[in-house]
């Protein structure tokens, strides 16, 4: 809770957009949404105006990844990162770009939850860069959420 407070928050892959609309209900002060499916994307506006969020959310139409890798036009300090269960090359891909500082999408403190669905009661093969580290992890049933930070200097 105490990371969602006057946040900027960042959602890749935002699919229904819950993620971010729940940030914003807890306090987070803007959110961007990125999602590449069109008929997703139009869901979400829809969504957005019908909650009154469009001056807190930016809805961003574009593939996650391929946003990612242009310069950062502002920093996060909550990313969210849940694409589709059966695409870990995305987790991979995204996590990849948000450890590399030519972006710096991240704020110096910020969290990165990546939520995944367990593969017979395991974690999947997500790959997560060396920059980071595991802070905390949630299970619920097949669902996990792992929360990942920056590390500090050594």
Same mark, same amino acid.
């Given at each position: 809770?105490?990371?969602?407070?006057?946040?900027?928050?960042?959602?890749?892959?935002? #699919?229904? #957009?819950?993620?971010?609309?729940?940030?914003?209900?807890? #306090?987070?002060? @803007?959110?961007?949404?990125?999602? %590449?499916?069109?008929?997703?994307?139009?869901?979400?506006?829809?969504?957005?105006?019908?909650?009154?969020? =469009?001056?807190?959310?930016?809805?961003? @139409?574009?593939? +996650?990844?391929?946003?990612?890798?242009?310069? +950062? %036009?502002?920093?996060?300090?909550?990313?969210?990162?849940?694409?589709?269960?059966?695409?870990?090359?995305?987790?991979?891909?995204?996590?990849?770009?948000?450890?590399?500082?030519?972006?710096?999408?991240?704020?110096?403190? +910020? %969290?990165?939850?990546?939520?995944?669905?367990?593969?017979?009661? +395991?974690?999947?093969?997500? =790959?997560?860069?060396? $920059?980071?580290?595991?802070?905390?992890?949630? &299970? @619920?049933?097949? %669902?996990?959420? &792992?929360?990942? $930070?920056?590390?500090?200097?050594?």
């Amino acid at each position: 809770q105490h990371e969602v407070v006057g946040a900027s928050v960042l959602d890749l892959f935002a #699919g229904s #957009g819950a993620l971010a609309i729940e940030a914003i209900s807890r #306090g987070a002060a @803007h959110a961007v949404l990125v999602e %590449t499916q069109r008929e997703l994307a139009r869901f979400l506006a829809a969504q957005l105006d019908a909650l009154s969020l =469009r001056d807190r959310c930016d809805l961003v @139409h574009a593939d +996650a990844l391929r946003w990612l890798q242009q310069p +950062a %036009t502002r920093q996060f300090g909550l990313v969210l990162v849940d694409p589709p269960y059966d695409r870990l090359d995305l987790y991979d891909r995204a996590l990849e770009l948000l450890a590399g500082p030519e972006q710096s999408w991240l704020a110096s403190d +910020a %969290t990165i939850v990546v939520e995944y669905e367990k593969q017979r009661g +395991a974690r999947p093969s997500i =790959r997560v860069p060396e $920059r980071f580290v595991c802070e905390a992890l949630r &299970e @619920h049933g097949q %669902t996990a959420l &792992e929360f990942l $930070r920056l590390r500090g200097d050594p």
